[in-house]
């Protein structure tokens, strides 16, 4: 007998779903409120707000010192 | 709360609200675990990966869309975990999962089928662990949590066609992994889902 598709589609639907026990359940729920509540905190927005400018300072930057770097190494081989 | 939509669920959790997080964690844990066991064939490391993904819903909430199906971003976020993880460490793939069934939610069968129906399970389950990665998380993503093919392609950054394929031939080892261990349970415990 072949199995087709909706057949071997069938079986697999028909596998428990599992779920996480009690106690492991509970930790992460935990973690994940202490997490939410790090993420609502004053000091955790203003570093998300800042977060773009922040980065395109640090990227700018770090152009500007390759850019130092180059000309350097330019002008020791003139 | 009651009835209370995903969208409103999530713009709360964007809020800090820790019931709107308990909500979407119970309406979604047990999916994104059971994924993660079948994938990971580890209940240990499932425990972990399914820590992480809602950890990180936590993290990235303020920057989720409005229209976000979460169940699709949730399956996203533990896949790729589950393939980094994948590819950083040796995974048994022919392990078999050992998850304790819960008894209280099987319904009244007699023993025989009782013992039928779990030999079944633990030779899909067996041949489902045997497919390479790639192939088991089309056919989970398909068969078990029923994602459309373009939904599929999108989060697996493959093109439709391609899962298709995958897909097919996915289920032809399952069908003869299966065809090996004999018929007859298989012809009994088959579900009718008419």
């Given amino acids: ?78 | 709360m009651p009835g209370e939509s995903e969208h409103a669920l999530i713009e709360r959790l964007r809020q800090g609200d820790r019931a709107a997080f308990d909500a979407l964690y119970d309406l979604h844990r047990a999916r994104i675990f059971s994924f993660l066991a079948r994938m990971t064939g580890r209940r240990a490391l499932a425990e972990d990966l399914v820590q992480e993904t809602f950890l990180r819903l936590v993290r990235f909430a303020p920057r989720l869309a409005p229209d976000t199906r979460l169940d699709v971003w949730l399956l996203s976020v533990a896949r790729n975990l589950c393939r980094s993880h994948y590819r950083w460490s040796a995974l048994d793939r022919g392990s078999l999962i050992a998850l304790k069934r819960r008894e209280d939610d099987d319904p009244p069968i007699s023993p025989f089928d009782m013992t039928s129906a779990r030999e079944l399970e633990r030779r899909v389950e067996q041949a489902l662990g045997q497919l390479s990665f790639d192939m088991r998380e089309v056919v989970i993503l398909t068969a078990i949590e029923r994602l459309p093919n373009d939904e599929i392609a999108r989060m697996l950054q493959l093109s439709p066609e391609a899962v298709r394929q995958r897909l097919s031939r996915a289920r032809k080892l399952l069908a003869k992994a299966l065809q090996r261990g004999g018929h007859d349970s298989l012809h009994r415990t088959v579900p009718d889902e008419s």
């Fill in chain 1, 1 to 78: 007998m072949n199995l087709d598709d909706d057949a071997i589609d069938q079986l697999l639907r028909a596998l428990p779903r599992e779920d996480l026990d009690a106690a492991r359940s509970e930790g992460l729920r935990r973690r994940a409120h202490l997490e939410l509540r790090r993420s609502v905190a004053p000091g955790s927005r203003i570093v998300r707000m800042l977060e773009p400018l922040l980065l395109a300072t640090c990227g700018a930057c770090m152009l500007t010192r390759l850019a130092l770097v180059l000309a350097m190494l330019w002008r020791a081989t003139q």
